[in-house]
C-alpha cells in the first residue's frame, strides 16, 4: 500500500471546509416564505399570553392616615392569607407539554415535557448540563406561574421559590393531560412525514382523535393570522394546541405538510 | 415603532441565517422546529435584545441551546425506539461521497471542535460573534479554532490512508 498523503495546510483546508458546508449563502431560506410567516405568528402568538399576564397596580397615595393604616392591616392580611395559599397550594398547570428550567433573571430554557412519563425536576436535572453547561444543582423546584396558561417552571431553591417567584407549586399531570399526551402521540403517528392533508381531511381526524382520547370540550379553529390563507385549499397541518383553551388550531394553504 | 414591528424586522433580517444554522446541524424538518423554537424564546426575552450586530450571536446562542436539547431528544427517542423494536440505530450525520471526507472527519470531532468549525466557516461569524455565541472569551477563539483545525486534519488524513488501504484491498 503507498500512501501518499496529501495533508492541506490551512490554505487548503478553508476552502475544503466551505466547499462542505451545506447551506450555502445562495441556498439561503427566504424569510418571507410561508414557512417563515407560520414561525414568526407562532412566536408573535406569545403576544396575547404575555398580555394577559397579571400586571402590577400602582397604588394611590390615601390622602388620610387612618386610611393609610387600614391599608397597610388589609395588606397584612392579604398577604398572609397570599402565602398561605400558595404554600400550600398546589396547582396543576394549564400547559403541560413544555417547561421551563430556569437557571436566574438571564437564563432559562424551554424543553419538551411529557406529563405521562416524567416530572418536571427530573427533566430540567437531565437537560441542565446542556442548557446552562453546567452540573445541575441540588435543589430544583417545580412551580406554576401564574399567567393564565399556567406554565410550569422550575426554579433553583426549595418549595419557598414558588412563592419567591409569585407562582404555586407544581400538583402534578391532570388525568386530562395524561390523555392529550396520549392525543398528540396518535395524531402524530397518523400524520404523514411528508405530504399533502386536506384542512376538512385533517380537520376530520383530528375529531376523531380528540373523540378516541375522550378529549371533551375541545374545539377545532383555523388560524387566521398568519398572514396566508385558510381553509382555502392547499395542504393543511396543526399548528398548535392551545391547552388552556381546550383548542387545536389548524393551518391551510401550506405548499407541503410536514410532520410537527 | 412597537415591540411587535421592531420584533417582526428583526426576524425578517435574521431568519435565513437562524434556520441555515439548523439545516447546517439538523435534519430540514427538525432544523425549521429549532427555529421556530428560537423565535418564541426571543419573543419572550425581547427586553432582553441586544442592539445592531450582536442580535445574531444572540440568536444563535439560543438556537444553540434549542438544539442541544433537540438533539438529547432525539438519542433517547432512539434510544427507546432501538429497544422496542430492535431495529439499528439510525446514523446521526451521513458523510457525503462527494466531499472527500470533510464531513465525515468532522463528525470524528468533538462536538466543541465541531461547533467552533462550523460557526467560522460555515455561519461565516467573526471571532468576538463566535465568542458570543459560545459563551466564552472572544481571545481564545483563535487558539480554539487553530487546534480544531489541526484535529480536522488529522482525521483528514486518517480517512484518506483509509481510503487508500481500501482501494488497494479493492474494497
Redesign the interface.
Known sequence: ????????I?DD??P????????LAD??????ST??N???A???D??AR?LLRPSRVALRRPRIIGAVAALALVALIATAATYTLVVNWNRHAGTSSALDCVASD?AD????FDPRADNPVEACR??WP??F?TPAPGSLTACVDGSPQGSIKVYLGDIGVCQANGASSYGGATPEQRRLADFRDDLTAQLPEHGCIPYDALQHTVEATLAKHRLQGWSITPYENTGVPTRTGGCANVAFIDEPKRMIVLIAGLAET??? | MND?DR??AL???T???V??YG??RLTA?VA??V???T??????RRQ?LPEGDAVLPWLLAIAR??T??HT??DRRWRRLRHRLSAEPPLPVVAS?GD??G??AA?TRLSSDDQEI?RLA??DDLSYDEIAAVL?ISANSIGVRLHRA?QR??TH??DG??TQ??EA?RGV
Open positions: 500500500v503507498v500512501y501518499e498523503p496529501h495533508i492541506p490551512d483546508l478553508l475544503l471546509l466551505r466547499e462542505a458546508n451545506p447551506v441556498d439561503l431560506a427566504d424569510p418571507h414557512a417563515a407560520q414561525i414568526l407562532a412566536a408573535m406569545q403576544t404575555r438571564q430554557a424551554h424543553i419538551t437531565r437537560a446542556h442548557l453547561g410536514t410532520k410537527q | 411587535e420584533f417582526e426576524f425578517r433580517a431568519y435565513p441565517r434556520l441555515a439545516r447546517r424538518t425549521q422546529d427555529a421556530a423554537e423565535y418564541v424564546v426571543a419573543w419572550r432582553q441551546r434549542v442541544a436539547n438529547r431528544s457525503n466531499m472527500p470533510v464531513r468532522l468549525l466557516y460555515w459563551s483545525r480536522l486534519r483528514l488524513a484518506q490512508l487508500t488501504m488497494a
